[in-house]
């Protein structure tokens, strides 16, 4: 896939991604689909740990793994060793002709080789340098290494995610890294903020992004639960903590969810599954009353439900504009004809290889996301790049090269 046409909103801005895994790299992909150029940096030899991690992996013969071409379109991939002191020195002289930084070293790591913040903001004072950790960048776990599925428990939200112990449940982690992904688009955000910030003032600044803070500052409902009510939330399974009934059921061939928000709907759902006189009781007729009486509302639900079938009841839902749903595989949801009307998966050419990945999600009528570079094999614009920023020949490269400082084309 091509560039669309539309440059995008943040065409002119540079971006040198020193990032690696997942937040950051979701970070700089996201900055990518709406324009800006992104350098991404990697390890000589090694390259971001994810294109190891499978199987699967892409049928290439570049070794990478599906995981890794989630989160790196729209970026041009360079290989340079910053433990060198040529290395750093590339990366120095890159950073001068950038806007912004992204890395997720462990604090204090990029100082020993002069790219912190302190050191690269003294060469370019409006630099954005926005670092991501697990634990920011002061307290007691500053030092440690951050990884989502700690975060996951650290955070609490594991404890209000799986079935309740009475239904034979523990605490379960989400099956998505969500801690590692919304650390990225608050990140993103807050890189926004900075540049319009720079574009004020004419200031650069650090950003501080902890996996931790981004996981404490969703648990939003579940957290004012608590902190305003004095509830202390657990495990719901499929429930919601303050709406019923909005949960899961199963019918006479699977489940469907039902996400009745409103008494209105509650009423016209009892009606369509034959329990009209349930609208009006007196347990069940508001929401609060039905939470609290939640579970003797399930047991008359359930036998009413089951004898439906999943397609019967969802269509009957559907004509009645009762809010309900499949619970679709993966394949399944990307299948979904909506997928298809709104042109959530884009296809790109890597060296004659098909490259699918998931859209940008936000619809811009005026400047809308591009999709312009496929996911890079590690080092391949090492030489364009060098060249194009730094005014290296390619003897130079070359010379680069041989002492372990660059990487040009793996395969």
Not at 121 to 148: E, M, N
Not at 205 to 218: F, G, P, V, Y
Not at 340 to 360: S, Y
Not at 371 to 386: E, F, M, Q
Request: proline share 6%.
């Amino acid at each position: 896939m091509t560039a669309t046409g539309c440059k995008g909103p943040l065409d002119g801005l540079t971006v040198l991604d020193l990032s690696k895994v997942l937040a950051g790299p979701w970070s700089t992909q996201i900055l990518g689909d709406l324009g800006a150029e992104v350098i991404k940096v990697e390890l000589p030899g090694v390259g971001d740990e994810t294109r190891r991690w499978g199987p699967p992996f892409f049928d290439d013969g570049s070794g990478d793994a599906a995981y890794y071409l989630a989160a790196n379109r729209n970026k041009r991939g360079i290989a340079i060793n910053m433990a060198t002191e040529g290395g750093a020195d590339i990366i120095r002289k890159l950073v001068a002709k950038a806007d912004i930084v992204v890395e997720n070293f462990k604090v204090g790591a990029l100082s020993r080789y002069g790219l912190d913040y302190a050191a690269l903001s003294a060469i370019k004072p409006d630099l954005i340098y926005c670092s991501i950790t697990g634990f920011g960048q002061v307290g007691p776990h500053a030092h440690r290494g951050g990884y989502d599925f700690l975060v996951q428990g650290m955070s609490g939200l594991m404890s209000v995610t799986g079935f309740p112990d009475d239904q034979g449940g523990a605490p379960t982690k989400v099956g998505i890294p969500v801690s590692d992904l919304f650390t990225g688009l608050y990140a993103t955000i807050a890189i926004l903020a900075a540049v319009n910030h720079r574009n004020s003032t004419g200031e650069g600044q650090h950003i501080d992004c902890a996996l931790l803070d981004t996981q404490m500052a969703l648990l939003a409902n579940q957290a004012s639960n608590y902190l305003n009510g004095g509830m202390v939330p657990g495990r719901l399974a499929n429930e919601h903590p303050n709406v019923v009934p909005y949960q899961d059921f199963a019918t006479s061939d699977g489940h469907v969810l039902v996400a009745v928000g409103t008494d209105k709907q509650f009423r016209d759902f009892c009606t369509l599954i034959g329990l009209p006189e349930l609208g009006t009781d007196e347990r069940f007729a508001t929401n609060s009353g039905r939470s609290v009486n939640r579970r003797a509302l399930q047991d008359l639900f359930r036998p009413a439900i089951a004898k439906w079938t999943s397609a019967e009841l969802l269509a009957a839902m559907k004509e009645n504009g009762l809010p309900g749903g499949p619970v679709n595989s993966i394949p399944e949801a990307l299948a979904d004809p909506q997928v298809e009307a709104r042109d959530l998966i884009k296809t790109f050419d890597r060296d004659g290889q098909e490259v699918r990945t998931l859209a940008f999600p936000a619809k811009l009528s005026k400047s809308p996301a591009t999709y312009r570079h496929a996911p890079p094999v590690r080092g391949s614009d090492t030489v364009k790049v060098l060249s194009e920023y730094l005014g290296l020949t390619h003897e130079e490269i070359r010379e680069l090269a041989t002492q372990g400082i660059v990487e040009e084309t793996a395969r």
